[in-house]
């Protein structure tokens, strides 16, 4: 009994310590890879670069703004009438002077054959008074009243003809005329909408400028005029005008250009993309707008820098830095302070980093840059 109970002393006690060894070599594996661990710390991050280039930065200015025709009314009519007439077709292109719409002129037209019989008999009365007063036949009255009939007579035959012009309506320019807004046998009111002519060729383009443009920006200068509807179309023209005034509420100036439209595809009311060249042409510095921090305390980016790690090797790690940025033109953005030709800056993915971390280089995560990005419909 007693050789019984030793023996399964034995045995828990073996157990035991096998379980302890194994415990103590799992404990010495586990150790040894969160040394490792800590060690190698996280895999770098995964970044597109971009060098600091010097180029050619010509003197522009873009701006959105919106085409407005050189001349453009919304046609009506000064009397009431009923329509008798109508002389155009919607969307045609009409002369100056050309006949839209008609309206009824029959009471005015008989009131005209009576005011000019009234005319005419005044004008008989003032030469038999004429002709009497120079034999002293009659009294230097009877002339003047004579005379101030014949000249009431021919004011009312002006102004009947003036009634009847007034509602014939013409086309007040060459232009494109809009849908007609009227039929025939409606009668409208003075002032009421017949329809709208534009004037299209050329074409102004209304757009708004910062103030500290003003110091370059002057009437001649180029400007080139774009619109999605027509994409890769460009009409040349010129500054025409700049407002005397700058609005105090955005601190920019009002500019118009004007540019030759002779096939009328410009449209007044089109958004369109202005563009105004200077004379001036300047080198600068220019990185992609994508590699720019911005942040209320100052705009940055991360520079890459070669870190040694090993005695045979170096890796890429970014350093923080701050710049004072210009004009932004396309995907570009000039940099005027803070960076120097040739480095190497992060272009995508700068979000994701802080100062001295390790990244791995791969230039395939960022598109390229351009000074006339063309967005792909998908």
């Given at each position: ?56 930065w010509g003197a522009k200015r873009a701006a959105i703004g919106s ?312």
């Amino acid at each position: 009994m007693k050789i019984r109970s030793r023996l399964w002393v034995g045995v828990v006690v073996g157990l035991f310590l096998v379980l302890g060894l194994l415990a103590g070599t799992k404990a010495s594996q586990i150790g040894t890879m969160i040394k490792a661990g800590a060690a190698a710390g996280p895999p770098p991050t995964s970044v597109a670069s971009a060098k600091v280039e010097r180029v050619d930065w010509g003197a522009k200015r873009a701006a959105i703004g919106s085409l407005v025709a050189v001349r453009g009314v919304t046609l009506g009519a000064e009397l009431p009438g009923l329509v008798r007439e109508i002389d155009f077709e919607s969307g045609a292109f009409v002369r100056r002077g050309a006949v839209l719409v008609r309206l009824d002129t029959s009471a005015e037209e008989a009131q005209l054959s009576a005011a000019r019989a009234d005319a005419a008999l005044a004008a008989i009365s003032l030469q038999r008074a004429t002709a009497l007063r120079a034999e002293d036949a009659n009294a230097p009255a009877d002339l003047d009243a004579a005379d101030a009939r014949a000249k009431q007579a021919s004011a009312v035959v002006a102004a009947l003809e003036a009634t009847l012009a007034k509602k014939v309506i013409r086309a007040p320019f060459d232009g494109r005329i809009s849908i007609r807004q009227v039929e025939l046998g409606q009668v409208i009111g003075p002032g009421a909408p017949i329809a709208s002519l534009q004037s299209v060729s050329p074409i102004h383009a209304e757009f708004s400028l910062p103030q500290q443009a003003l110091s370059e920006l002057k009437v001649g200068q180029r400007a080139k005029v774009t619109v999605d509807t027509f994409p890769g179309a460009a009409w040349d023209g010129a500054v025409t005008t700049i407002n005397p005034e700058v609005d105090v509420a955005t601190r920019n100036v009002r500019v118009r250009a004007t540019v030759e439209n002779p096939d009328g595809r410009l449209r007044p009311g089109m958004f369109a993309s202005v563009e105004i060249a200077g004379s001036e042409q300047r080198s600068a510095l220019v990185i992609p707008a994508t590699a720019v921090i911005f942040a209320p305390y100052g705009d940055s980016v991360f520079v890459i820098d070669e870190k040694q790690v090993a005695p045979d090797r170096k890796a890429p790690v970014v350093r923080q830095q701050f710049v004072r940025l210009g004009e932004r033109r396309g995907d570009f953005v000039v940099v005027e302070s803070g960076l120097d030709a040739g480095e190497r800056i992060v272009s995508a993915g700068a979000f994701k980093l802080r100062n001295g971390m390790m990244v791995a280089l791969n230039d395939a995560l960022g598109s390229k840059a351009e000074l006339a990005p063309k967005p792909v419909d998908r």
